[in-house]
């Protein structure tokens, strides 16, 4: 029975180490470039919240079972603290304070309804979202403007009475203010591929530059997100088609980010004055892509002021929280938060914020 119990504390020790060397490796893997070592540090980054939430679970097992482990487990997650609370920000006493803007980052996906039981091709959902969600600025990102393909064109037709300053570009970047808006000239990367505009926000309190994002997305197509559904229930697969599949697929992705983020890191090096940057990153928090455009002086919305973690990719069993809002100096958040509307495959995310003078 002693043999019994002293290999089952030895199993788990064996067990916590193991998951507190993925777990510090996740944490970290965004700070390495994805053009090193196979870019096996950003798929890592990917991974971060998933190794937190199987070491606590084994941290609380540890600690009935074999107390030495449950102190790795704790190590562990000391060393890991600012990333920790990158992925799981808990703020409970928020500022009271009346915001200044509150701005709405969206992917509509096109007005492709992901909500099983509303038609494939109606929009209504999202929009209606939209309005009521008293946002002043609005950033969208796979804005598709065909209204011939809206069952009810009302609820579109109503976001230019609601927003009449509303910009619509042709790569499906769209903006709709409250607020007079002017388009100006946009990030631009070597390849002319990054989706990426910026725009001169006329508020009450002073002018905001505004930079919506879309940056570059694996590109699954539904055969590879089939293999990804089959690897997370479990069902076997063959490595090779792993290989050429997803794990090549993510390393141009994360390397296509790279340098797309490098150009708008560049560009907001020649930008003053209050800066907001929101949009479809398609990257997780503290990637190497998020942390470059942060550089030292913006700072994530949802860290600083979510009341609970969440994510905002929703489909294909990818749970990430992939879509940001980032400030500079010249704002305070006051709150962040994601709504779960299943219209789209991404979840909105909202912030309130206040100007500084």
């Known amino acids: 029975m002693l043999l019994k119990g002293k290999l ?14 993925a777990t510090v490796a996740s944490a970290f893997g965004g700070t390495i470039s994805p053009m090193r070592f196979h870019s096996i540090p950003a798929i890592w980054a990917l991974a971060f919240p998933y190794c937190v939430i ?61 909500d099983k039981r509303g038609q494939e091709n109606d929009p209504s959902e999202t929009i ?9 600025v609005v950033a969208l990102q796979e804005f598709l403007p065909l209204k011939r393909n809206i069952r009810n064109p009302q609820p579109y037709d109503s976001l230019f009475i609601k927003y009449p300053y509303a910009v619509i570009s042709p790569d499906r970047q769209a903006v709709f203010s409250k607020y007079p808006l002017t388009e100006l000239s946009k990030p631009s990367s070597k390849d002319g591929s990054m989706i990426a505009r910026a725009y001169n926000i006329r508020t009450g309190k ?27 229930s479990g069902r076997s697969q063959e490595l090779s088609n792993i290989k050429h599949t ?22 907001l090096n ?17 990637s190497y892509a998020q942390r470059t455009i942060m550089g030292d002086e913006f700072k994530d919305a949802y860290r600083q002021s979510a009341k609970v973690p969440s994510i905002t990719f929703h489909v294909s069993r990818m749970y990430f929280r992939i879509d940001h809002i980032l400030y500079n100096h010249c704002f305070t ?16 995310v909202i912030s309130k914020l206040i100007i500084n003078q």
């Open 246 to 267: 997803l794990l090549s697929k993510l390393r141009n992705a994360f390397i296509g980010r790279m340098e797309q983020a490098t150009s708008i890191r560049n560009y």
């Open 8 to 21: 089952t504390k030895r199993i788990f020790l064996i067990a916590t180490l193991i998951l507190a060397v």
């Open 54 to 114: 199987l070491l606590c679970i084994v941290g609380l097992i540890d600690i009935f079972v074999s107390p030495v482990s449950a102190w790795i487990v704790l190590m562990t997650l000391v060393i890991c603290r600012n990333p920790l609370v990158a992925n799981f920000p808990f703020h409970i006493n928020l500022s009271e304070k009346s915001a200044d803007i509150k701005l709405l980052t969206y992917n509509v996906a096109n007005f492709r309804n992901f």
């Open 270 to 286: 020649t930008v003053k004055g209050p800066v907001l940057i929101c949009g479809d990153f398609n990257d997780v928090p503290l």
């Open 128 to 136: 209606r979202y939209i309005l009521n969600s008293e946002a002043d």
């Open 333 to 348: 958040p006051i709150i962040t938060y994601c709504d779960h509307i299943p219209s789209s495959d991404h979840y909105p």
């Open 206 to 232: 002073g002018d905001i530059t505004l930079l919506n994002l879309h940056l570059q997305s694996i590109g699954l197509t539904d055969k590879d997100r089939e293999i990804y559904r089959e690897l997370t």
